[in-house]
């Protein structure tokens, strides 16, 4: 099975902030990877998907890039509605794993 | 706007059964693979089952292999999961999630349009 690694666990930021994700599967997934975000009570949202589509109706501070063993998503300037746990998954092999979460707190 | 309405979840003692259900409507149910996911309370997303648009094939994690069993129907666009043998550390809240693009050759992703549906395994 192919591990999926975040950094950080946890981060904190202003309003307006630019926020970096990183997430590193344990080998490479090609451009298999998607970003989802995770609001307490609700469904998780796709964001990206193939490591740099933006889903449809999602903002365009959201932003994916990276290949094979590093990813990152990129928030352009962080938004007070962006407080939430962002989760990593590859889809090159079953199982479709997903990384820990990092989850973005405001300062 | 896309829909995507799980339902069929409860409480059910281990060992037991439930067959859940999502009922897709607003896009070309038949043009779209179609996955399980599963959050379970206070952890992280759990890829369960995979099916491909025209279910001619499917794919499961391990922990549940044998065990559930992903289907549809396109003729009434509603995709399912059979559940048999459930144990406590299946209890969750389960979703069913559309790939973000039609087709059998595109990336697989879990677009959630629903709430989801809880299922309790305790004795």
């Known amino acids: 099975d192919i591990q999926m690694t975040q950094s950080p666990s946890s981060l904190s930021a202003f309003v307006g902030d630019r926020v970096t994700i990183t997430c590193r599967p344990s080998q490479s997934v090609s451009r298999f990877l998607n970003w989802y975000q995770l609001k307490p009570g609700t469904a998780p949202k796709l964001l990206i998907y193939a490591a740099s589509n933006l889903q449809s109706g999602v903002p365009s501070r959201f932003s994916g890039s990276g290949s094979g063993t590093e990813f990152t998503l990129t928030i352009s300037s962080l938004q007070p509605e962006d407080l939430a746990t962002y989760f990593c998954q590859q889809s090159l092999s079953i199982p479709f794993n997903f990384g820990t979460g990092t989850r973005v707190e405001m300062k | 706007q896309v829909l995507l309405e799980e339902s069929g979840g409860g409480v059910v003692q281990p060992g037991g059964s439930l067959r859940l259900s999502c009922a897709a409507s607003?896009?070309?149910?038949?043009?779209?693979?179609m996955h399980w996911v599963r959050q379970a309370p206070g952890r992280g997303l759990e890829w369960v089952a995979f099916?491909?648009?025209?279910?001619?094939?499917?794919y499961y994690r391990d922990s549940v292999k044998g065990r559930f069993t992903i289907s549809r129907d396109n003729s009434k666009n509603v995709l399912y999961l059979q559940m048999n043998s459930l144990r406590p550390e299946d209890t969750a809240i389960y979703y069913c999630?559309?790939?973000?693009?039609?087709?059998?050759?595109?990336?697989?992703?879990?677009?959630?349009r629903g709430q989801g549906t809880l299922v309790t395994v305790s004795s």
């Open positions: 099916i491909r648009d025209d279910a001619s094939n499917e």
């Open positions: 607003r896009f070309s149910f038949n043009n779209f693979a």
């Open positions: 999630a559309k790939n973000p693009e039609g087709g059998s050759r595109v990336p697989n992703a879990f677009d959630v």
